[in-house]
């Protein structure tokens, strides 16, 4: 079945930019986002991109699509301590919506 | 619009209990779901919805039953709670057809002792 994965932990210093991966194996995925979730929170939909696009560019947010590597990426800019969250990358395909989500890479970032 | 609102936010409940997990929405959806997050995992569908009166089966329905009775309420029943349903439930719901946010309830944190 479908699978998506991601690394667990990142830590970058505030001011840095933060680089987070994804891997996806459903080759029919149409829609591939990046979901931010604070402590005790629900999720927030920070981006999408639409999988016939290479790159999406949203303020401080840069989203890198390589459909021939199944690889998505989420670059955050001037990463904040606000920025501090688990991120999660997801998929979907078909009319349903259902989203695959990986499971989740936490961000960490110190002053 | 209050968007998705889920009750309750906290429940305990001893194995082999019943309860109904509450989910609206206010933004006449058609679709909603819900998904389960174990603790340091990704969410995982349980069921979902595409319109009133019709629901399907998503990664992990074992233990779990839904209805759809109207376009804005989506609840999910767990019949005889057992420890592995330890977890947290998030409700979601959006437009039909193309790309659309799907929009998350606040959640419901359930502990099955």
């Known amino acids: 079945g479908e699978d998506v994965e991601q690394s667990l932990f990142l830590s970058v210093r505030e001011g840095d930019s933060s680089v987070i991966n994804c891997t996806y194996t459903d080759s029919s995925s149409t829609y591939l986002y990046w979901y931010k979730q604070e402590p005790g929170a629900g999720l927030q939909l920070l981006t999408y991109?639409?999988?016939?696009?290479d790159m999406k560019q949203d303020q401080r947010l840069t989203v890198l699509l390589n459909k021939k590597d199944k690889h998505l990426s989420l670059r955050i800019a001037d990463t904040q301590t606000g920025d501090s969250a688990i991120y999660f990358c997801a998929e979907s395909s078909g009319n349903t919506g259902k989203l695959i989500f990986g499971q989740g890479t936490t961000l960490q970032v110190k002053p | 619009n209050a968007g998705v609102t889920q009750t309750p936010k906290f429940r305990i409940l001893k194995i082999g209990q019943s309860m109904t997990l509450q989910c609206t929405q206010d933004m006449n959806h058609n679709y909603m779901y819900w998904y389960r997050q174990d603790p340091g995992m990704g969410l995982k569908l349980i069921y979902y919805s595409v319109g009133a009166g019709i629901t399907d089966k998503g990664e992990v329905p074992n233990g779990y039953n839904v209805s759809r009775s109207t376009t804005e309420d989506f609840p999910l029943r767990l019949e005889l709670a057992a420890p592995s349903q330890t977890s947290v439930y998030f409700c979601?719901?959006?437009?039909?057809?193309?790309?659309?946010?799907?929009?998350f309830g606040p959640g419901t944190r359930l502990t099955v002792l």
């Open positions: 991109i639409f999988s016939n696009m």
């Open positions: 979601a719901s959006r437009f039909t057809d193309g790309y659309n946010e799907q929009f």
